[in-house]
Each structure stands twice: as C-alpha cells, then as structure tokens.
C-alpha cells in the first residue's frame, strides 16, 4: 500500500473534490470522526466545513493546514469497507491525527479501489501537529497495514519509483527520439481519447505533436503520421520522426482502434459529468484563462486552448487526470465549445451556465460564516508533478507514478527471463 500525504492553505476544495465523487455516485462517505453529523446521514460540503472550523479559527499563522491524503492497495488486494474504515483510523492515529476530525471518502471511478482522507493539520489551540519524519513514519505504519490485513507488499515498487520515469520532452538533453517513444509508448495504456485532436492535447503537456501525412506510393494513397518535438514555448525543436520508429502502437491504424475502443468505453462514462461539473464551476467562477486554468490544474485537469494567428479560439480540450481521460470542449458538452471560451475571454460576453447547486464555491451558509475565504486545494502536492514556466503543465495527475510501477514490473520480468537463459546456457 502506498500512502501519499498533500498539504494545502484550503479546506475547501480538498472536500469538494471528494465531494463531487459522492454526488455523481463515484464515491461514498466510508468514515466520519470527531465530525458534526447530520440528522440524514448526508453531508454538503458547508456541513462538512462546519467540524473544522474552530481549528481553522484556532490557527496560528500555519498556511498549509489542510491535509489530504491517498491510501492507495495494490490494485490486486481486495479492500472491504470495514477494512478501509480500520486502516484509515490507524493510520491516523499513528501518524499523530488520532485525535482531529477527519473524514473517509471511498473513491469507486476507477478499477483501483483506494480511500481518500480529509483533514487539518493544526489542533484545538491552533498548533501545527509535528510533521517531522512524516515519510518514514508513514511508510512505517503502511507496512504495519499490509502485515495486518495481509495485502501485497508496496516496498519494491516505492524502492523503484525514481528509477523509470517517463518526462516532457527537453531536446537540450539529446536523445530526443528515445524521449519521445518513452511517452509514446505509455500513453494509450492510461488515457483514453478519442481523436486525433485529443491524442494531441495530450501530447503537448510532453513538448510533443503528431502531424498527419498522405501520399501515393506504388499508386495506393497512403496515410502516416509523424512525431515532432517543441521546446517549452510550443515551437518545433527538432526533425519530425516517422510513426513506425516507435513501434506498431504509435502508427494510425493502431491509435484509429484506440480512438473507437475509448469512444465505447467513454459513451456516458459517470467521470464525464465529474468533469463537466468541475470545468463548470471554474467557468462561472473566473474571469480570465489563467485563473480558469489554474483552478482546473488544482483539480488535477489540464487545459489546452487552440488558437488561430489572429487570436480567435477554434479549439478547448480537457485533460482529466482523475479519470485518465481526455474531452474536447464540445464534447464533453455543447455549451463548453470554443465558442463559449472565445466570446467570453476575448469579448467578454460571459455565458450563463448553471453549476450544480451541492458544491457552491463559497462556504455561504449560515453556520459557515466564519470560515476564511480559501483558494482551491492542490490536489496533486503529493503526486510527481511537471511544470512549464509558461505554467501549461500544472499537474500530472496520477500518470507518472502508474507508468513507474508498470515499468519496473516489465523490467523485474525481463530481468527473471535473463536469469533463466543464463541458467540453460550454463547448465
């Protein structure tokens, strides 16, 4: 199991993110503790608010008092509720937060059944909790976890994390043909997209493009596509490379499958409305592209805006790194089209959309009113981060550290298959 600990100055948006998934059926309440209930059992995030706020009143001058933190099982183990529910109250209790209010969501989106837990770092006198050694305590109290309720160990891939790490694409560093099929390769193992516009979007976030190529050989038109590295301001930093250097997977036949598999496994996905609801509430609550994108990137979502030489926008793609997908503005809905993103940040004709009413970003209710005005919670400080000075790239999500784990089980298989050659050759 593998613990990830994130600390921010906001309350709010760590419960909301959590609280999304609850309210699109992705995600439960598995735990409560030392927090106010309610007389249905059911929370809003102001109600939510509500148990930590003396402790945010409390607080002496500790910016980052938020704590959002991940345990993550092998994604072999089979975790009950119950089960869940015990390990988050250890955990807690041995990481010093026994006696805080905190509470368990349980997120059910992806095949990876892991739990998420919310709470504040500083105590009843506003006085920061001792976070010394906080790594190597946590990786204590995760192997204690395991032996406990018998999971699959998590030491060798921790070990081996740094080890095999796939990077956008610096062409100073040489060797920009291996970089790039480094990204290639990895990437339809754990995105879905569903066009070549998409696939694209995708790309960039590693200083890498795909331009499409046709021409007549032995009289039959061909198609191919072809890889083209960018350094950090988006303009070409080197040769283009032919598709077929990487491999089969990286071809158009190939990534045309791609698209039609994840069209069907995309075709009314609950994580769409996840993201549709997200992108919304960022929408209606900024008045310019950075701060939409910033407040989207603390959500783990990437934003990629197109425009032509004269400055219009003919293009908005959405890279959700919660659910490992990727929309097009006007297909995740019509109403989020380049055109809505085009009249509102270059004619400030702002649109009118809903956003749902359970996650209003300001705590507004009555018993809230001395909660302290927040900005969104980074969800991502505890996962491996890239980025750009041109502040494109705000969050990975979880791709870098999935890629590391698959590589180092590829690379502990392949080391197996040598030592059993060397053990024939030598018998």
């Not at 939409?292 to 197109?306: D, H, S, T």
């Amino acid at each position: 199991m593998i613990a990830k600990i994130g600390r921010s100055g906001n309350l709010y948006g760590a419960l909301a993110y959590n609280q999304l998934k609850v309210e699109n059926e992705n995600g439960q309440i598995l735990f409560a503790h030392k927090m106010i209930e309610t007389a249905s059992g059911h929370y809003s995030v102001a109600q939510l608010a509500q148990s930590f706020a003396p402790y945010l009143i409390a607080n002496r001058n500790t910016e980052k008092h938020t704590l959002h933190i991940s345990l993550n099982p092998d994604p072999n183990d089979k975790v009950s509720d119950d089960k869940f529910r015990e390990m988050a109250e250890q955990y807690m209790r041995e990481m010093g937060y026994g006696e805080q209010p905190f509470v368990v969501f349980k997120h059910t989106d992806i095949d990876r059944s892991h739990i998420h837990i919310v709470s504040v770092c500083v105590d009843e006198q506003g006085k920061k909790i001792s976070d010394k050694f906080e790594k190597m305590r946590s990786m204590n109290v995760c192997r204690e976890l395991e032996r406990k309720h018998g999971l699959i160990p998590a030491t060798d891939k921790e070990r081996n994390q740094n080890e095999k790490v796939f990077r956008p694409v610096n062409y100073r560093a040489g060797d920009v043909k291996s970089q790039i099929a480094s990204v290639v390769r990895h990437l339809p193992n754990y995105y879905q997209y569903q066009t070549l516009g998409e696939y694209n979007a995708l790309l960039s976030l590693f200083n890498i493009t795909t331009e499409k190529i046709e021409g007549e050989l032995q009289g039959k038109m061909q198609q191919g596509l072809l890889y083209i590295p960018f350094n950090e301001k988006g303009e070409r930093a080197g040769h283009p490379f032919k598709a077929s250097l990487f491999g089969k997977n990286a071809g158009l036949p190939a990534l045309e499958l791609h698209f039609a598999k994840c069209k069907t496994a995309l075709n009314d996905t609950p994580t769409k409305q996840t993201l549709k609801s997200a992108v919304t509430i960022a929408l209606k609550n900024t008045s310019d592209e950075q701060a939409f994108k910033k407040q989207l990137a603390e959500q783990g979502i990437n934003v990629v805006v197109r425009r032509n030489d004269a400055g219009r926008i003919y293009g908005i793609t959405f890279i959700d790194h919660n659910s490992k997908a990727v929309w097009n503005g006007s297909r995740l809905a019509k109403e989020l089209s380049a055109n809505t993103f085009n009249d509102y940040w270059n004619n400030k004709i702002k649109p009118e959309i809903k956003e749902p009413v359970e996650l209003q970003p300001k705590l507004s209710t009555s018993n809230d009113a001395d909660l302290p005005a927040e900005e969104l919670h980074h969800l991502f400080d505890f996962l491996t981060t890239v980025k750009h000075e041109d502040g494109l790239i705000e969050a990975l999500g979880g791709l870098v550290p999935e890629a590391q784990d698959e590589d180092y089980e590829e690379q502990d298989f392949a080391n197996k298959m040598k030592q059993r050659r060397k053990r024939r050759t030598n018998r």
